[in-house]
């Protein structure tokens, strides 16, 4: 397992994308993996810091390997519950005129990755988000 915590900004995204790159490069994990990864990592950083406005903790982020790819947990400190699992499907068939603002990058995620968790501990008001991404899950385009 490989652990790093970033700064609550925008501007740790390169940061963590070097984090990412250099977990799948000494964990000999499929390097085609990279981009999904990185584009769901991305999605729910953001999320943390736009619309966990009222957190000023830092992220902690965990990657290790799973049988053909890798899990990945985010953390976020201090934070009001909204669990991602439970957001609506975005009808992407609709124009996007028709489309509300949000969720795009939801659908993302659930389309990339294998699986997606949500945890939240109220006592101290920390939420994780666990996504697994395998080789041969389907969505590996990016």
């Given at each position: 397992?490989?652990?790093?915590?970033f700064?609550?900004?925008l501007?740790s995204?390169?940061?963590?994308?070097?984090?990412?790159?250099?977990?799948?490069?000494?964990?000999?994990?499929?390097?085609?993996?990279?981009?999904?990864i990185d584009?769901i990592?991305?999605?729910?950083?953001?999320?943390?810091?736009e619309h966990?406005?009222?957190?000023?903790?830092?992220?902690?982020?965990?990657?290790?390997?799973?049988?053909?790819?890798?899990?990945?947990?985010?953390?976020?400190?201090?934070?009001?519950?909204?669990?991602?699992?439970?957001v609506?499907?975005?009808?992407?068939?609709?124009a996007?005129e028709?489309?509300?603002?949000?969720?795009l990058?939801?659908?993302?995620?659930r389309?990339?990755?294998?699986?997606?968790?949500?945890?939240?501990q109220?006592?101290?008001?920390?939420?994780?988000?666990?996504?697994?991404?395998?080789?041969?899950s389907g969505?590996?385009?990016?």
């Amino acid at each position: 397992m490989k652990r790093g915590v970033f700064k609550r900004s925008l501007d740790s995204l390169e940061s963590i994308f070097l984090f990412t790159s250099e977990f799948v490069r000494e964990n000999h994990v499929d390097p085609s993996l990279l981009p999904a990864i990185d584009l769901i990592v991305e999605e729910l950083f953001t999320n943390m810091v736009e619309h966990s406005s009222a957190s000023t903790a830092d992220v902690p982020m965990e990657m290790s390997t799973v049988d053909g790819g890798v899990e990945v947990t985010l953390t976020d400190e201090d934070a009001d519950p909204f669990d991602i699992t439970k957001v609506p499907e975005v009808d992407v068939e609709r124009a996007v005129e028709e489309l509300d603002p949000g969720g795009l990058g939801l659908h993302l995620v659930r389309k990339f990755a294998d699986s997606v968790e949500y945890h939240y501990q109220f006592s101290n008001r920390q939420a994780r988000i666990v996504f697994r991404k395998t080789a041969g899950s389907g969505g590996d385009d990016v």
